[in-house]
């Protein structure tokens, strides 16, 4: 099994719901807290498991503006893991998430120079990598209605630009969106083979 | 890259501490007088060095209380492969000058320490070179240039020490090579810098983000401010320091020493050879601070502009 999200780039509004989701889920949740510094400053900063950037492509007046999520992929092959000195890093055999024990981390930014999308960010309060649990303590709790059993961005998308399931189950919505919208993987020059996938925007022509 | 003093530090101090140790070792196997007092002294000099840069490291640690946890992955870690053989190097140096005090001379403990000092080479620069998407570190030249750099600063070292205690087998046998590693050095830092200034980025924001439609540029990085990632991976430099440092590094890590110790072997002066340590050391640190600087991290791609 190998759960994954799937980003869908046609329907993405940049509402940033996905964003301040994560942030109060996971903040509060066993991941956390997610450290905020000059909250109310000029240069306000903190962690986030996600974020929503915001492209420009083509030419004036064939432009187009895309909303583009970021999170850790969870690389079926991921560099940041072996490079770990203290084990701390892993990904979990049973669902193919990449995790961080805080309990182990030493603090010594080695994963985040080993990953090429720029997925982790060292919490300056805690001093320790955090990075996307794709809602770990939430999707297997059994506690909650099945229906809440997905990652907090997911629940929270009001447009349905994130699908979340097992990527290797031909049968699951996130592997056939990608067979059949052509869903590719970021940066695929580097074989790390990220478990999520981009839906490409498909530019309808007016008539 | 943003450097951090500490791994400078870290990699500077430790480089020169196994080049002072690789070259007594190689003196001492191959059957160069040495004093008692001088192996001391040097051993001596190298362990302080090299135990200053252990200390350094754990200013680069986030939970240094919990650094011992660092020996775990071995198996595939270099930076955990660093972490055990760091305090092993220390530990040979150590037993080392300890035998030599006590009037022993085996050969095992230079062949053990020299053994230590190369593997501590290897491990440090692949930390660096495994990382195969930072293509300035990603190359050989990586570890060459670390290792180069480090017996250069080692030997000058050695024979300023030896200068100044009138070791004068092992001026005999080592002034020349000082020179020479000087030189050296400075030759592959120049070839790994034609290179990295040659260097086509793999990554580009089309691959980064898979949009296809041309030209792509970024509008919002998804914050106001910034984050860990525009701290950690930006040196924040401009162009004209970079070009400065480069130039410190080149002229006082390797011109200038590489002439101070000519002179010295010219002329049998003790002075030059302190003169070229002590003009060595900060080019060197230059040199380090530009080897973080230049590396350009592709993540740098999703972070172009704050808003």
Redesign the interface.
């Known amino acids: 099994m190998q759960l994954a999200l799937v980003i869908d780039l046609n329907v993405c509004v940049g509402c940033h719901a996905c964003v301040t989701s994560c942030k109060e889920w996971n903040t509060g949740g066993a991941a956390g807290p997610l450290t905020d510094q000059h909250a109310y400053a000029a240069d306000p900063t903190g962690t986030f498991f996600n974020r929503v950037q915001t492209y420009e492509a083509g030419t004036f007046p064939d432009t187009e503006t895309i909303h583009f999520p970021k999170s850790c992929l969870h690389c079926e092959d991921p560099p940041c893991v072996p490079v770990c000195p203290t084990g701390a890093s892993y990904k979990r055999k049973e669902d193919g998430i990449v995790l961080v024990d805080y309990d182990k981390c030493i603090g010594c930014k080695y994963c985040a120079w080993a990953c090429p999308y720029g997925a982790r960010e060292l919490d300056e309060g805690r001093q320790v990598m955090t990075k996307c649990t794709l809602c770990v303590d939430r999707i297997h709790d059994e506690a909650l209605a099945p229906d809440d059993r997905k990652p907090a961005c997911v629940k929270a998308c009001p447009t349905n630009a994130r699908l979340f399931g097992d990527i290797h189950d031909p049968q699951s919505d996130v592997a056939q969106a990608i067979r059949e919208r052509d869903g590719y993987p970021l940066m695929p020059e580097w074989d790390t083979k990220p478990a999520n996938h981009y839906l490409p925007r498909r530019v309808n022509k007016a008539p | 890259?943003n450097p951090a003093f500490s791994v400078i530090f870290l990699t500077t101090l430790s480089g020169t501490a196994q080049g002072v140790v690789v070259a007594l070792a190689l003196a001492a196997l191959s059957g160069v007088p040495m004093s008692r007092g001088y192996q001391v002294i040097a051993l001596g000099c190298a362990a302080v060095l090299a135990i200053v840069a252990l200390a350094a490291s754990f200013f680069?640690?986030?939970?240094?209380e919990?650094?011992w946890?660092?020996?775990?992955?071995w198996r595939?870690?270099?930076?955990?492969r660093e972490?055990i053989v760091l305090p092993a190097f220390i530990a040979a140096a150590v037993l080392w000058a300890w035998l030599v005090a006590r009037g022993t001379s085996a050969p095992w403990p230079p062949l053990l320490a020299l053994l230590l000092a190369v593997a501590l080479w290897v491990c440090t620069a692949m930390?660096y070179a495994?990382?195969?998407?930072?293509a300035e570190w990603a190359h050989p030249f990586t570890l060459v240039t670390f290792s180069f750099t480090g017996l250069a600063a080692g030997l000058t070292l050695a024979c300023a020490l030896a200068a100044t205690l009138a070791e004068t087998p092992l001026l005999a046998a080592a002034g020349a090579s000082a020179l020479v590693a000087t030189l050296l050095a400075g030759v592959a830092r120049v070839l790994s810098l034609r290179r990295n200034a040659a260097l086509k980025p793999?990554?580009t924001?089309r691959?980064?983000?898979?949009?296809?439609?041309?030209?792509?540029?970024?509008?919002?990085?998804?914050?106001?401010?910034?984050?860990?990632?525009t701290r950690?991976?930006f040196h924040h430099a401009t162009a004209a320091t970079v070009r400065n440092v480069k130039l410190i590094a080149l002229v006082a890590g390797f011109v200038l020493p590489a002439a101070c110790i000519a002179w010295a072997l010219a002329t049998g002066a003790i002075a030059p050879w302190w003169l070229a340590v002590l003009v060595q050391a900060p080019g060197l640190v230059a040199d380090r601070w530009l080897f973080f600087a230049q590396a350009r991290?592709?993540?740098?791609l999703?972070?172009q502009r704050v808003a």
């Open positions: 890259m680069h640690l986030g939970r240094p919990r650094a946890r660092a020996a775990a992955r595939t870690s270099w930076l955990s972490v930390i495994c990382l195969r998407f930072i793999r990554s924001l691959t980064a983000t898979g949009i296809t439609a041309t030209p792509i540029r970024q509008i919002s990085m998804g914050m106001s401010a910034g984050a860990f990632n950690e991976f991290h592709p993540q740098n999703y972070y």
